[in-house]
């Protein structure tokens, strides 16, 4: 969904694709995930003979450029692995496994929440939030550094997303829980909760609210865990999300 999100226009990004004007297969960068996916024909010759150039002339200085010394990827189609393995040269591929859980718009009436989860306040994070003096939240930066990461600017995240914070007695931001890209009627979910504020109840509480949001935008939720992140598999759970399927992560050093 993230990938999604970028080919879409709503994420930053980049797109290597095989045509300009008529794209069928593509190399996808997501700005705020980090790493790529191998997206749409996966039979593509034209685009498979020129797999091992891009890799080497366009996407490992692009990493660099980045300090970053792997290729991270994902397919969106297992029909993509014999040709990525065919071009990519004798390098060793490590892999692991993300979790996905969805969501499914409720046609049940909406239960109100309360503006606190224990003693932190909840505010939603739209434009009135984040047009806020700095110095009236403690660590403004936290949640602008977070929305720029997967929406590229504040305003796009305005236009386009939903989010909720905790706010500390002392005005800090604790957790926040956002939409971190959109692809059609469905946002993937991104949770952040400071250190010195988890195993409070802080992330499940704030996507409860934010899923009451999606429900009522008629929105449908997507959320992407680590096979090995038990904590963000039971933060999903206790929200109600249920585990829809499971895909696999590539990357080889370079």
Not at 148 to 155: A, D, I, K, N, V
């Amino acid at each position: 969904m993230m990938f999604a999100g970028v080919v879409a226009g709503n994420n930053p990004g980049v797109v290597w694709a095989d045509d300009a004007s008529n794209p069928s297969s593509a190399l996808v960068w997501s700005s705020g995930l980090g790493c790529f996916t191998f997206m749409g024909n996966a039979s593509n010759m034209a685009f498979h003979s020129s797999l091992a150039k891009l890799i080497e002339d366009e996407v490992i200085p692009f990493l660099q450029k980045k300090d970053t010394s792997y290729f991270e990827f994902s397919v969106d189609s297992e029909d993509w692995y014999p040709a990525i393995h065919q071009h990519i040269g004798n390098r060793k591929i490590d892999e692991s496994y993300q979790y996905v859980y969805k969501s499914v718009i409720s046609q049940n009436s909406h239960v109100p929440y309360d503006d606190k989860i224990g003693l932190f306040k909840v505010v939603e994070i739209d434009e009135a939030m984040l047009e806020l003096d700095k110095r009236e939240i403690k660590n403004a930066n936290f949640l602008v550094n977070y929305i720029e990461q997967y929406w590229g600017t504040l305003s796009n995240y305005i236009g386009k997303g939903y989010g909720y914070a905790a706010l500390s007695e002392s005005n800090e931001v604790a957790s926040i829980a956002v939409s971190s890209a959109k692809f059609q009627s469905t946002h993937t979910i991104g949770v952040e909760t400071l250190e010195s504020y988890q195993k409070q109840g802080l992330s499940s509480g704030l996507v409860t609210r934010l899923l009451q949001k999606f429900d009522e935008q008629r929105i449908s939720a997507w959320w992407d865990c680590m096979e090995s992140n038990i904590a963000s598999q039971k933060t999903a759970e206790k929200a109600g999300l249920e585990r829809s399927h499971r895909y696999k992560i590539n990357w080889f050093h370079f």
